[in-house]
C-alpha cells in the first residue's frame, strides 16, 4: 500500500530555533498535502493544505509567516516551525493525497512530536 | 460550519466485550466518513472508510454504519481484545471532497485482559 514517511518522528529544540519536518510520498505522487496539529488530549486540527507548485493555504488562526510550508515536488511537502516557543510544542502530522484517481484514500505520516524548552 | 462529536471520550472494558463507539456530526453533506485508530505518539491507521451513499462497512470485527439523515456513525468492535486499546478517531470529508478531513476529539479505548 501507499506510504508516507514523515521526520524526524521527535524533536526537542530551545526556543527561538527553527524546525523542519518532511512528509514524503514514498510509491505515490502527491499534488496535495495536508498538515495536521494534536494538542494533548485533543483532537487533530488542519493547520495547512499544500500543493505541489503554489503556496500553501493556511487554516483561519494558524500564522504563515510562522509555519512555513514548501511543496517543491510531488512527493515532498515540507512544514518549517520558526522561531519555536513552548505552546508550539505539538504532535504534526501529514496527509498526502494520491494524484487525480482515488482521492478518497488519504495517506498519513506517522507524525511528529515536537518539543520545545 | 462541520462539528464532529465523538461520545464516550474514554470507555474501559473487559477483554472479550463487545461494544459501541459513537460519532455524530452536524452537517449531512459530507463525501465520506472514516474510522481512524491511533495508538499513543502514533500517526493514524484507517479502519474503515464509509462513502456517503453507503450504510455501513466491515472489517474483520470492525463494522461501521453511517446514518447520515440523522448525523451519525458508529463504530462497533466484536469480541474485544487488549490490542484493540487505543484511540479511535472519527473523521469527515466534506461533500466537495478537497482532501481535508474534521477530527473529531477521539474516543480512549482500554480493553482489560
Known amino acids: 500500500g501507499a506510504v508516507v514517511s514523515q521526520h524526524p518522528s521527535w524533536v526537542i529544540c530551545k526556543s527561538g530555533t527553527s524546525v523542519k519536518i518532511e512528509c514524503r510520498s514514498l510509491?505515490?505522487?502527491?499534488?496535495?498535502m495536508f498538515w495536521y496539529r494534536q494538542f494533548p488530549k485533543q483532537s487533530l486540527m488542519l493547520m495547512a493544505t499544500?500543493?505541489?507548485?503554489?503556496?500553501?493555504?493556511?487554516e483561519q488562526g494558524v500564522e504563515k509567516d510562522k509555519f512555513l510550508i514548501n511543496h517543491a515536488s510531488l512527493t515532498l511537502s515540507t512544514l518549517t516551525v520558526t522561531s519555536a516557543h513552548p505552546e508550539d510544542s505539538s504532535f504534526y502530522i501529514c496527509?498526502?493525497?494520491?494524484?487525480?484517481?482515488?482521492?478518497?484514500?488519504?495517506?498519513f505520516g506517522s507524525g511528529t512530536q515536537l518539543s520545545v524548552l | 460550519k462541520q462539528e464532529v462529536t465523538q461520545i464516550p471520550a474514554a470507555l474501559s472494558v473487559p477483554e472479550g466485550e463487545n461494544l459501541v463507539l459513537n460519532c455524530s456530526f452536524t452537517d449531512s453533506a459530507i463525501y465520506n466518513l472514516q474510522w481512524f485508530r491511533q495508538d499513543p505518539g502514533k500517526g493514524l491507521t484507517s479502519l474503515l472508510l464509509?462513502?456517503?451513499?453507503?450504510r455501513e462497512q466491515t472489517s474483520g470485527r470492525l463494522n461501521a454504519s453511517l446514518d447520515k439523515s440523522s448525523g451519525r456513525s458508529t463504530l462497533y468492535i466484536a469480541a474485544s481484545q487488549p490490542g484493540d486499546s487505543a484511540t479511535y478517531l472519527c473523521?469527515?470529508?466534506?461533500?466537495?471532497?478537497?482532501?481535508?478531513?474534521?477530527f473529531g476529539q477521539g474516543t480512549t479505548l482500554q480493553v482489560k485482559p
Open positions: 464509509i462513502q456517503s451513499s453507503q
Open positions: 496527509s498526502a493525497r494520491t494524484r487525480g484517481g482515488v482521492s478518497e484514500k488519504l495517506f
Open positions: 510509491d505515490f505522487q502527491a499534488t496535495t
Open positions: 473523521a469527515i470529508a466534506g461533500s466537495s471532497n478537497t482532501g481535508k478531513l474534521i
Open positions: 499544500s500543493n505541489e507548485g503554489s503556496k500553501a493555504t493556511y
